[in-house]
């Protein structure tokens, strides 16, 4: 699985911003989804992820109520919502796969067996 993250840019406090991510493969409809992000000086963290068929998604508390993950697998894209965003969301935005069976897993970056390159989001106070 290839994948390809977009939709990144500058946004004011309180605006919302949708990350796309695209993946090549066929296996991209069997596999867990994950956004990750890091900031400059700090680990890459959690943000959501969504089962592969799109019935279960779990967020990190930072992040819960201000963003919804969704996926469209006939277009063979994730997606993350945002909003009500912060400048302490300012990263570089990753979106991950891999084949996780526990939603107790899916916040382990380590699981995840691929990764895009990211796109960075600028929120400006």
């Known amino acids: 699985v290839q994948l390809q993250a977009s939709g990144g840019g500058l946004v004011q406090a309180g605006g919302s911003l949708r990350l796309s991510c695209g993946a090549s493969g066929r296996a991209f409809s069997s596999t867990t989804m994950g956004w990750f992000r890091q900031a400059p000086g700090k680990e890459r963290e959690f943000v959501a992820a969504?089962?592969?068929?799109?019935?279960?998604?779990y967020y990190a508390d930072s992040m819960k109520g201000r963003c919804t993950v969704s996926r469209d697998n006939a277009k063979n894209t994730v997606y993350l919502q945002m909003s009500s965003l912060k400048p302490e969301d300012t990263a570089v935005y990753y979106c991950?796969?891999?084949?996780?069976?526990?939603?107790?897993?899916?916040?382990?970056?380590?699981?995840?067996?691929?990764w895009g390159q990211g796109t960075l989001v600028t929120v400006s106070s």
């Open positions: 969504i089962s592969w068929n799109g019935g279960t998604t």
């Open positions: 991950a796969a891999g084949k996780i069976q526990y939603t107790v897993n899916w916040s382990d970056r380590r699981r995840y067996d691929y």
